[in-house]
């Protein structure tokens, strides 16, 4: 419980409390949602809530911050859900800049990678809290249960299917530094429409993604193969590129890159790489989704 020692030191206290919950806070919401500023919201509301609630009654501030910010982001990817349903071309989950921020990373990275996060998409909000609970921060299944309003029972199901569609959808990832050799092989080979590389860099049924979210040029549907991806490259390499700064960074704690031109910030690039190669490639170029990746280079 929290001692009452006058209204300006309770605040101080409660104060001192949320700014420590604050990193797992919104490392549960992000992981829910992938998406910085609905996290970021959903931060907002928790501390107001827990601004206002009668914090006297509270025995486990940090297990009532959890459930309140957890709560928040299932409502909020229920109607998420309905939103991306109705978004311009592929949706992508906003990248966060672990090399600025390594503690958002420290806790289980793997329920961080792009890929996970695009399989937790195809869950339900309740499962993908669950699975994220569990696997990102492992709490013991009697506090899931309870946060997620549902038996202990349940819970173990829900995360057992989310970790069964993971395994059934996530290839074997490669090693960092072999990811780190494929990202640049691929963005030299983009950079000057080698043809013949960008082929031999891919799995044969390799998907480029662009999320442009109908506010910038990107195409606004997956290419999907061997041949297809690597002619889409060749085809933009001589006017794409003139102008273009790139600089190495992480992401979710994976190999990235961010693209600028005159100084701004326009794109995030990570690929997905199995024994295969590179599965995927992944474009974030919509400026909504390029704050949680800016501000260092700002």
Request: proline share 4%; glycine share 6%.
């Amino acid at each position: 419980m929290i001692a009452d020692s006058g209204p300006a030191s309770e605040l101080e206290t409660a104060s001192a409390i949320f700014a420590d919950a604050r990193p797992r806070l919104f490392g549960i919401a992000y992981r829910m949602l992938g998406s910085v500023s609905e996290a970021e919201d959903i931060l907002q509301e928790v501390w107001i809530r827990w601004q206002t609630c009668d914090r006297s009654t509270v025995r486990n501030a940090p297990a009532f911050l959890a459930t309140t910010a957890t709560r928040l982001a299932i409502n909020v990817g229920q109607s998420a859900r309905v939103r991306r349903e109705t978004y311009v071309g592929p949706w992508l989950p906003e990248p966060v800049d672990t090399t600025a921020d390594p503690e958002l990373g420290a806790i289980n990275g793997e329920a961080l990678e792009f890929a996970v996060l695009l399989i937790l998409e195809k869950l339900s909000p309740t499962e993908r809290a669950a699975y994220v609970l569990r696997q990102a921060f492992d709490y013991p299944y009697d506090q899931i249960a309870e946060i997620i309003q549902q038996t202990q029972a349940n819970a173990r199901q829900l995360v057992s299917r989310a970790r069964k569609r993971l395994a059934e959808e996530k290839r074997v990832a490669v090693s960092g530094s072999e990811q780190q050799r494929l990202l640049e092989a691929f963005l030299a080979a983009a950079r000057t429409g080698n043809l013949a590389a960008l082929e031999e860099l891919f799995a044969a049924d390799v998907i480029s993604y662009s999320d442009g979210g109908g506010k910038v040029r990107a195409s606004k549907f997956p290419v999907v193969g061997k041949e297809r991806v690597a002619k889409y490259y060749r085809a933009f390499a001589s006017r794409f590129w003139i102008g273009v700064d790139i600089e190495p960074f992480m992401a979710n704690g994976q190999p990235s890159a961010r693209l600028t031109r005159d100084g701004a910030v326009f794109a995030v690039v990570t690929i997905t790489v199995s024994a295969e190669g590179i599965d995927q490639l992944l474009w974030t170029m919509n400026p909504d989704k390029l704050s949680g990746v800016t501000r260092a280079v700002g």
